[in-house]
C-alpha cells in the first residue's frame, strides 16, 4: 500500500464529515488535505483508543520525533510520507502539526476546563489550527481568512462537544466549562450517570447559542476575494450547523446517544454549497 492509499483509507474509514467536503477540491488539493487529515486522525486515534494513558503519551511523544524528522527530510510513516510533499507548497510547518499534537496531550492531561477560555485554548490547538492550514490549502489569498478558519474551527469543535457528551462521559471527559455547569446547577456526576433535566437542557441552549454566533462571526470574518476557495470549509460549516440544529429539535438528547446526518444528507450538503454557493 502506498502513503497516499494510506491516508485515503484513513479519510474512508473515519466517516467524517470533512470527508464530503474533500470530494470537490482538485486532485492536488484534496491529496493535500487528506494527507493532512489522516495525521490529525492518526494523533486523535492515540487519546481516542487510549487504554494506558503512559502508552498513550508515548505514542504521541512519537509523533513529536515524526514531525521532527519528516521536516528533517526522513518521514517514516506512511502519513508524513504522503503529507510532506505538499508541505512547502501549502504554507503548513512543523508548529502546526506540533499543535495539534499538543491539542491530544491535553487530552492526556486535563478532563475538566474551569472556564471558557480554557476551553477555547483546547479549541485552539485541536480545531483552530486544524482550520488555518485547511484554509491554505484550499487556496487562501487573503491574511484576513486565517482569522476566518480559526474562528469556523472553534465552531465546528463546539458542535463537536455539544454532540459527543455522552460519549465523552463515558471516556470520563468533560468539555463544558465547570464555571458554566455550576451557573446553569449542573453536576458533573448526572452528565456521568447520564441523567436529564430540564438544567441540562438550558446548559446546552447556552452551548449551543455560542456556537451559532461563532458560525455567524466566522462568515461575516471571510473576505468576499477567498469565498469561492474556501467553499469545503463552508460545506463544513454547513454539514455541522445542520447536525447542531438536529441536536437542538432532538432537544439535546446527546448523553445516551450520537445524533449525525446521513451519508446522503452530508452530500446533499456538500454539493448545495459546492453548486449553489448557499447553506
Known amino acids: 500500500m502506498t502513503p497516499e492509499q494510506y491516508v485515503q483509507q484513513k479519510a474512508v474509514a473515519s466517516g467524517s464529515s470533512f470527508y464530503y467536503a474533500f470530494l470537490f477540491l482538485p486532485a492536488p488539493r484534496r491529496a493535500a488535505i487528506t494527507a493532512f487529515y489522516a495525521f490529525c486522525r492518526e ?3 492515540v487519546v481516542d483508543d487510549m487504554v494506558d494513558a503512559g502508552v498513550a503519551a508515548t505514542k504521541l511523544a512519537w509523533w513529536k520525533g515524526e514531525v521532527a524528522s519528516a521536516f528533517a527530510g526522513q518521514p517514516n510513516h506512511p502519513v508524513t510520507r504522503a503529507l510532506m510533499p505538499h508541505t512547502a507548497h501549502y504554507g503548513i510547518e512543523a508548529h502546526h502539526l506540533q499543535a495539534v499534537i ?6 492526556l492531561e486535563q478532563t475538566r476546563y474551569l472556564d471558557y ?4 485554548r483546547y479549541c485552539h490547538l485541536v480545531a483552530g489550527v486544524v482550520g488555518e492550514v ?4 484550499f487556496g487562501q489569498t487573503e491574511p484576513a481568512t486565517t482569522e476566518y478558519a480559526h474562528t469556523l474551527g472553534q465552531a465546528l469543535q463546539l458542535t463537536n462537544i455539544i454532540r459527543d457528551v455522552g460519549e465523552d462521559a463515558l471516556r470520563g ?3 463544558l466549562p465547570v464555571s458554566e455547569l455550576q451557573q446553569f446547577d449542573v453536576k458533573a456526576h448526572e452528565i456521568l450517570k447520564r441523567g436529564y433535566s430540564d438544567r441540562f437542557t438550558a446548559l446546552m441552549q447556552f452551548q449551543a447559542q455560542r456556537a451559532h454566533g461563532l458560525y455567524d462571526q466566522a462568515l ?3 473576505p468576499a476575494a477567498d469565498r469561492r476557495a474556501q467553499k469545503p470549509g463552508l460545506m463544513m460549516a454547513s454539514i455541522y450547523r445542520t447536525l447542531l440544529r438536529e441536536i437542538e429539535a432532538d432537544n439535546f438528547q446527546v448523553l445516551h446517544q450520537r445524533i449525525k446526518l446521513t451519508p446522503l444528507r452530508k452530500l446533499w450538503l456538500a454539493w448545495k454549497v459546492q453548486a449553489l454557493g448557499t447553506m
Do not use: F, K, S, T
Open 43 to 45: 494523533v486523535d486515534d
Open 102 to 107: 499538543d491539542g491530544c496531550q491535553m487530552d
Open 117 to 120: 477560555p480554557n476551553l477555547q
Open 134 to 137: 485547511a484554509a491554505r490549502i
Open 173 to 175: 471527559r468533560i468539555y
Open 220 to 222: 461575516a470574518l471571510l
